[in-house]
């Protein structure tokens, strides 16, 4: 069956760098794009960007330029993503989703989810 | 890119039909049929309710509906059940930087 299984929760200082895995099985992983969804305790959802895991082309949410970058790991059905230069406000739980194509949104497989605490 | 437009509550009884609003622009809901709704339980990951603004995935309820007229796109819940207590999301494709928006959120409560 599909899955899609994050890595652990994560603390990390203002300024600090956060790198978040989500590994797939259950399907051809380069053939459904990768995006990344978070959400601030008590908030709603964000989107924050996608890879297309069999070219590695990427698109961010224009408030993410620059700060975040998504990869991906082909050979073990992975991808990666990447926040800098973080901010308490960047508190969030990061999700990654399955969506078959673009511009259509059929995300009909999430991750479990990774909490991102960022404290001094 | 602002979030697209829902009321942050909704009440209904069992049994009743409720209506979620989703509310953009003509960049994304107005332009697009690439509009998805989301159903999510507290702890929770999302789960898909209905993409291109009316299709339902195998498996979904078909008390769960959608549609859209203009810049609103909208969900129906039919015969309300305690366990459709959760809050639920849409997203739609933007020409806005070629990408993604999601709603506000809607907290829906079953009385």
């Known amino acids: 069956q599909v899955q899609l299984v994050q890595s652990g929760a994560e603390v990390k200082k203002p300024g600090a760098s956060v790198k978040v895995s989500c590994k797939a099985s259950g399907y051809t992983f380069s053939g459904y794009y990768l995006h990344w969804v978070r959400q601030a305790p008590g908030q709603g959802l964000e989107w924050m960007g996608w890879i297309n895991p069999h070219s590695g082309g990427t698109k961010y949410a224009q408030k993410f330029q620059g700060r975040v970058t998504l990869t991906r790991d082909t050979s073990i059905s992975t991808g990666y993503m990447e926040l800098n230069s973080l901010r308490s406000d960047d508190t969030a739980i990061y999700y990654c989703?399955?969506?078959?194509?673009?511009?259509?949104?059929?995300?009909?497989?999430w991750g479990q989810g990774t909490l991102v605490t960022v404290s001094s | 890119q602002s979030a697209l437009t829902q009321p942050a509550s909704i009440s209904g009884s069992p049994g009743q039909s409720i209506t979620i609003s989703c509310t953009g622009t003509?960049?994304?809901?107005?332009?697009?049929?690439?509009v998805s709704w989301y159903q999510q339980h507290p702890g929770k990951a999302p789960k898909l309710l209905i993409y291109?603004?009316?299709n339902r995935p195998s498996g979904v309820s078909n008390r769960f509906s959608g549609s859209k007229s203009g810049n609103t796109a909208s969900l129906t819940i039919s015969g309300l059940q305690a366990e459709d207590e959760a809050d639920y999301y849409c997203?739609?494709?933007?020409?806005?930087?070629?990408?993604?928006?999601f709603g506000t959120g809607t907290k829906v409560t079953v009385l």
């Open positions: 291109d603004v009316r």
């Open positions: 997203i739609s494709y933007t020409s806005s930087s070629t990408s993604y928006v």
């Open positions: 003509s960049s994304d809901v107005g332009f697009y049929d690439f």
């Open positions: 989703a399955r969506v078959e194509t673009t511009p259509s949104w059929y995300g009909d497989h």
